[in-house]
């Protein structure tokens, strides 16, 4: 089983940047698609990101495509969120999840494992 720990949210202006991490314990972490996911209050979890084992593959919430770059190191059992040109909108909890699935889907029940989330908030 595969633990995940979110890291690198915090407060950032409209128009900022951070980069989300998500560290993963186990020696199978490459064969995993890996997901990012985050929930609003009020509003469900929804997809936003996702990528292959090798990273051959990867697909986006459209409102984030062009903004937001999901990526993973696999030598550092990590994967990341780079997220450009923030908006209020985007303030959420993110979390990161992995799936036996060989492509990012983006149902919630398509996962097997979730981090704990980080809170991200942009300011207007």
């Known amino acids: 089983q595969v633990q995940l720990v979110e890291s690198g949210g915090g407060l950032v202006q409209a128009g900022g940047s951070l980069r989300l991490s998500c560290a993963a314990s186990g020696r199978t972490f490459s064969i995993y698609t890996m997901g990012w996911f985050r929930q609003a209050p009020g509003k469900e979890r929804e997809f936003v990101a996702g990528?292959?084992?090798?990273?051959?593959?990867?697909n986006y919430l459209d409102s984030v495509k062009g903004r937001f770059t999901i990526s993973r190191d696999n030598a550092k059992n990590t994967m990341y969120l780079q997220m450009n040109s923030l908006k209020p909108e985007d303030t959420a909890v993110y979390y990161c999840?992995?799936?036996?699935?060989?492509?990012?889907?983006?149902?919630?029940?398509?996962?097997?494992?979730w981090g704990q989330g980080t809170q991200v908030t942009v300011s207007s």
């Open positions: 999840a992995y799936s036996k699935s060989t492509v990012p889907l983006s149902p919630v029940s398509r996962y097997d494992g």
């Open positions: 990528i292959t084992g090798r990273s051959t593959f990867t």
